[in-house]
């Protein structure tokens, strides 16, 4: 047995993990309800493992009332800045098509200016730029005339391979990566606890079947879960996890440059929107040709979908836009919910029929890819390969077949 598991009230959340958090977005992901809904059980528990003591990890575990046996397992990675409940409608999704979802929050991903969250690398490297004393080899990076996507991407694998040694570096890294990569072996010791003990799951969830799915910095977690970081894979994977992790999907990852494609040990789905401010699409367009495996596959949202679309408060504007108010209404609800800035650089956002697509795409595709990894379900995958067709709003959609 991996793991001590201790349910936690919602009321004392925040206090009992004892987290230093700041941010109006995390704060509100942690304390915004878990995944609702009719025969839907949502329960806030804390993962305590063993050879990791010192870094509980919280999770949201979601599951339908009289689950059956074989129930695969599907683990949610938040994006910078988030929280376990910042997709819910995702989340919610997989549950009503029989997954257990486990959805932890990452501790310490924050790299917070002032209270504002800016593009990842961007603020990393703003933040390295301001620290005295630098070594001579992250020195040379932040000098370079290369674009922050490019100098990140160097410093966070110099990080993980031990050429880059500062302290600050390293803290940074590991709140980001290194931490998220060991939460997920925190989480899935923890559901096999779950499985061994719990009354309402006992001997029901299907840990050798599971699908990893995450947003944004969650992404590229996702991405590491499959094994594009050599590195990270070998040291928290490899002897545990081979085999076990079926599929991944990868919605706007924050860093496409840091995973390998060519090192994907299972079937890879990204997504990205087309006007995402946060991180170019062209990044991940231009390395699908390097993903190998049957079934990988990329899709770009159109519509105007940026790097929110696939979250909740994404959804939440997606959903104002939908009801087809106004321009000047909408503006006037959208600030009034503080949700405007989700739209960031697209005017007046997209039309409400390309609200409703943007809304269906980013819930039916992820989910089927899943299904016809992990379950085998050929009609899902037929509607994977299809995507191009069924979804309108779908700007490209190339699948290796």
């Not at 997954?99 to 490297?125: K, M, Q, S």
């Not at 933040?127 to 992250?138: A, G, K, Q």
């Not at 006037?332 to 919910?337: Q, R, T």
């Amino acid at each position: 047995m991996h793991s001590i598991i201790v349910t936690i009230p919602r009321r004392d959340f925040l206090k009992d993990i004892g987290m230093a958090i700041s941010g109006a977005y995390l704060v509100g992901s942690l304390n915004g309800c878990p995944p609702q809904g009719e025969g839907i059980i949502s329960e806030r528990m804390l993962f305590r493992d063993g050879s990791n003591s010192s870094r509980p990890t919280p999770v949201t575990v979601t599951y339908k009332e009289n689950l059956g046996p074989g129930s695969p397992l599907a683990v949610f990675h938040h994006g910078y800045g988030g929280g376990a409940h910042a997709n819910n409608d995702q989340l919610r999704n997989l549950v009503e098509r029989g997954y257990v979802v486990a959805a932890p929050t990452h501790e310490g991903d924050i790299v917070n200016a002032g209270g504002t969250f800016r593009p990842i690398a961007t603020n990393l490297l703003g933040v390295f730029r301001d620290l005295n004393n630098l070594s001579e080899n992250l020195s040379e990076i932040l000098q370079e005339d290369i674009g922050p996507i490019e100098a990140y991407t160097r410093i966070v694998m110099g990080a993980i391979r031990g050429e880059i040694q500062d302290e600050r570096v390293l803290r940074e890294v590991n709140n980001m990566f290194s931490y998220r990569a060991e939460d997920l072996v925190t989480v899935v010791r923890g559901m096999e606890s779950l499985n061994q003990t719990h009354p309402n799951l006992k001997g029901l969830i299907d840990t050798g079947n599971i699908g990893v799915i995450g947003h944004s910095l969650g992404g590229n977690g996702a991405k590491i879960a499959g094994g594009g970081v050599d590195e990270l894979w070998k040291r928290f994977y490899a002897d545990e996890f081979e085999g076990r992790i079926k599929a991944v999907v990868a919605e706007a990852p924050a860093d496409p440059l840091l995973t390998s494609p060519e090192l994907m040990r299972v079937p890879t789905m990204t997504m990205v929107g087309e006007a995402d401010e946060n991180v170019s699409p062209e990044y991940s367009r231009q390395m699908f040709s390097d993903y190998g495996m049957e079934g990988d596959c990329f899709m770009e949202i159109g519509g105007g979908a940026t790097h929110y679309s696939f979250t909740e408060l994404g959804r939440d504007a997606l959903d104002l836009i939908s009801k087809d108010t106004s321009p000047e209404k909408r503006q006037e609800i959208l600030e009034e919910k503080g949700l405007l800035d989700i739209l960031l650089g697209l005017g007046n956002g997209p039309t409400p029929e390309e609200a409703r697509q943007i809304s269906q795409v980013t819930l039916d595709c992820p989910a089927d890819f899943l299904d016809w990894k992990i379950r085998g379900d050929r009609a899902a995958g037929e509607r994977v390969k299809e995507a191009g067709s069924i979804y309108p709003i779908l700007k490209e959609c190339m699948v290796n077949c």
